[in-house]
């Protein structure tokens, strides 16, 4: 392996899944300005939308997206700017 080109500055930071509030740590080179405390102790936090422990292929469950709904909703919106 080449020498000076991987980072020095892995430490161990909370990963939270935003969607079902589940949280692992794991060691990172990720720069947060948040911090979560786990167990007693202090660890930067970087928050994630979805994760293994919230994923349709890893839970084997599928998630209803309402599709028309957004994109009526975009519609509404944005028809005041038809010609």
Do not use: C, Q, W
């Amino acid at each position: 392996m080449k020498k000076g080109i991987h980072p020095e500055n892995y430490r161990m930071v909370a990963f939270k899944d935003m969607s079902n509030g589940d949280v692992f740590l794991t060691r990172s080179t990720a720069n947060t300005k948040e911090t979560l405390e786990v167990e007693g102790k202090e660890y930067p936090l970087l928050k994630l939308e979805i994760s293994r422990t919230s994923h349709p292929f890893y839970t084997g469950k599928s998630k209803l997206v309402d599709t028309a709904g957004r994109i009526d909703k975009f519609k509404n919106k944005y028809s005041k700017f038809k010609k």
